[in-house]
T-cell receptor, first 116, second 111 residues
Framework: DTGVSQNPRHKITKRGQNVTFRCDPI?????LYWYRQTLGQGPEFLTY????????KSRLLSDRFSAERPKGSFSTLEIQRTEQGDSAMYLC??????????????FGPGTRLTVL | RKEVEQDPGPFNVPEGATVAFNCTYS??????FFWYRQDCRKEPKLLMS???SGNEDGRFTAQLNRASQYISLLIRDSKLSDSATYLC????????????FGRGTSLIVHP
């Protein structure tokens, strides 16, 4: 399968713990996005990488959140001192826009986080 | 006002019906527009891009109205398998292109 993969698929943690999620994009894609989605809402943009450079961060991304893409391939999203409000589906998407920059994104299956 | 707004529905239609969804956006500088489909507990998948001239893919037609700042999706001859949430996505240039999703419109097609 050459699509976007995310691990783990599910994570249950206690409030105050740190968690880290991984995303492996489609191999030739240079853009990578992280989103958060809660029930009944669309995905909310968190951050975006072009190769290894983190170009945008949403104001939703508090200091407890950090993302990296060290070699321009896979990415990790870490949440420190988790809170119950962090419970959500965390989606990763990748894209490789052409000259038209239509930027079609391909999503991974997501990591569902539950904070107890 | 939210940047991208959609009627959450649900839209309940019989098989074979024609149904239309609208999505409004607030930033006139928005550049790119898409419709994604999301099945329950699955990831979003691209349905179609939306171009100024309008575009059609089988039973699906998407249109963009820049003057009124909305995009639309028309589904003809609805199938049971069309039941899903349809997400409108608008990409706006703020340094980089940032995609903003609407909350989605739920469609239920019944026999």
């Amino acid at each position: 399968d050459t699509g976007v993969s995310q691990n783990p698929r599910h994570k249950i943690t206690k409030r105050g713990q740190n968690v880290t999620f991984r995303c492996d994009p489609i191999s030739e894609h240079n853009r990578l996005y992280w989103y958060r989605q809660t029930l009944g809402q669309g995905p909310e943009f968190l951050t975006y990488f072009q190769n290894e450079a983190q170009l945008e961060k949403s104001r939703l991304l508090s200091d407890r959140f950090s993302a990296e893409r060290p070699k321009g391939s896979f990415s990790t999203l870490e949440i420190q001192r988790t809170e119950q409000g962090d419970s959500a589906m965390y989606l990763c998407a990748s894209s490789s826009p052409g000259l038209a920059d239509t930027d079609t994104q391909y999503f991974g299956p997501g990591t569902r986080l539950t904070v107890l | 006002r939210k940047e991208v707004e959609q009627d959450p529905g649900p839209f309940n239609v019989p098989e074979g019906a024609t149904v239309a969804f609208n999505c409004t956006y607030s930033n006139s500088a928005s550049q790119s527009f898409f419709w994604y489909r999301q099945d329950c507990r699955k990831e979003p998948k691209l349905l179609m891009s939306v171009y100024s001239s309008g575009n059609e893919d089988g039973r699906f037609t998407a249109q963009l109205n820049r003057a009124s700042q909305y995009i639309s999706l028309l589904i003809r001859d609805s199938k049971l398998s069309d039941s899903a949430t349809y997400l409108c996505v608008v990409t706006t240039l703020r340094g980089s292109y940032i995609p903003t999703f609407g909350r989605g419109t739920s469609l239920i097609v019944h026999p």
